[in-house]
């Protein structure tokens, strides 16, 4: 009988910690979700839908011009995730670029280095989709072939960008 509490205690612990972390990140989908749909306008006019993208493994990079993190993380996806898989038909990646007009999203663009192409998101309608809207903007999600969330992260972490590389790579079958 001790045994069964001592293990329902950890158990009832451990689920305490991932709702704390969850609240901690704010966010309102976890791994295992579909992920929820939008169509988003790129700074060209070309929409894109999430929807479309079915049988691709994708990564959404939240972001934003006024985010130090953002500005620290993206040159990591680029040179290590982007230019690695972007001739990959079985890939895609978006930035969405929250609260911004396509201007600013451009100058961002040119002024991090990055090529991969950042979405609009002008009200945070997208964001509110993963996250509370209120919560803080450095996120990556990722997506598999068949639209289920596998990885979320929160800010600029070097382990955590490390485990999401692999994990992209697996999805892909990079060996």
Not at 35 to 63: C, H, I, W, Y
Not at 128 to 147: F, H, M, Q
Request: glycine fraction near 6%.
């Amino acid at each position: 009988m001790k045994k069964i509490q001592v293990i329902l205690f950890a158990l009832s612990f451990a689920v305490s910690l991932f709702s704390q972390e969850e609240y901690k990140h704010q966010y309102k989908v976890k791994a295992g979700d579909i992920a929820p749909d939008f169509e988003m306008s790129l700074p060209n006019g070309e929409k894109v839908k999430l929807s479309s993208l079915r049988g691709k493994v994708v990564m959404l990079q939240f972001t934003a011009s006024w985010c130090g993190v953002c500005r620290k993380e993206m040159p990591h996806i680029e040179s290590d995730i982007w230019l690695k898989h972007k001739d990959n038909s079985k890939f895609a990646l978006f930035g969405v670029d929250r609260d911004e007009p396509a201007e600013t999203v451009l100058k961002f663009a040119e002024s991090t280095g990055v090529t991969y192409p950042i979405g609009l998101d002008p009200d945070g309608d997208i964001f509110g989709l993963y996250a509370d809207k209120k919560a803080g903007i450095t996120r990556n999600i990722i997506i598999d072939k068949d639209g289920k969330i596998v990885m979320l992260t929160r800010l600029y972490d070097v382990e955590e960008f490390n485990r999401m590389v692999k994990i992209i790579d697996s999805l892909l079958e990079v060996q």
